[in-house]
């Protein structure tokens, strides 16, 4: 399998549930991504990961807790959401994590909070 | 205030006719890309400028970047259905921050 790839792709979940989505590339990429993407509004960057590191958490509440065992992987674990985070939730990786370095986007998982 | 504002938000033309986006700024921008992303997918590169007044083609699309690095355009000639989806610019500023754009969502009607 090639590319980048998000489970599940579509999540429907209640405010006390926990749930985790899984993003994995199989580029041989360096760093890894998670965006919301919301109607209307511009894809929102919430974490990047560089070598395994967190190198930026923009401003996401707690209840968003990523996880990066190893450059292929990526996980967004969810718990006690609210209705407004239903969205696009999508995983990216990139070569090198640099600013302007050529994203891939995985296919995105559609997440509906109840 | 979005950093990179996109116009038109909705198109929908028919097959055949041709169109242009924008994607404006106050900022500069060292480079800027353009994504389509498809329904129930996620964004794809289309294309990267990075000099002020460039314009690069992909078979019927034209993307300009403005002569002071703060917009860019892409045209479409002789649109196709396959060319439906959302389009995104993108833009990293000059102090390496990466931002999209609100998007441009097209619809060609067969």
């Given amino acids: 399998e090639t590319g980048v790839t998000q489970t599940p792709r579509h999540l429907v979940m209640g405010m006390t549930n926990k749930k985790s989505l899984k993003c994995e590339q199989h580029l041989g990429h360096n760093a890894m991504y998670w965006y919301k993407q919301s109607a209307k509004k511009p894809l929102e960057l919430m974490f990047v990961y560089s070598l395994e590191e967190r190198v930026e958490n923009n401003s996401v509440p707690s209840r968003f807790s990523p996880e990066c065992p190893n450059s292929s992987h990526l996980f967004l674990h969810l718990h006690t959401l609210q209705p407004e985070d239903s969205a696009l939730y999508l995983c990216a990786s990139s070569p090198a994590g640099v600013s302007g370095d050529t994203q891939y986007f995985g296919p995105g998982t559609r997440l509906t909070v109840l | ?110």
């Fill in chain 2, 1 to 110: 205030t979005q950093l990179l504002e996109q116009s038109p938000q909705f198109l929908s033309i028919q097959e055949g006719e041709n169109l242009t986006v924008y994607c404006n700024s106050s900022s500069v921008f060292s480079s800027l890309q353009w994504y389509r992303q498809e329904p129930g997918e996620g964004p794809v590169l289309l294309v990267t400028v990075v000099t002020g007044g460039e314009v690069k083609k992909l078979k019927r699309l034209t993307f300009q970047f403005g002569d002071a690095r703060k917009d860019s355009s892409l045209h479409i000639t002789a649109a196709q259905p396959g060319d439906t989806g959302l389009y995104l610019c993108a833009g990293e500023t000059l102090g390496n921050q990466f931002y999209f754009g609100t998007g441009t969502s097209l619809t060609v009607i067969p």
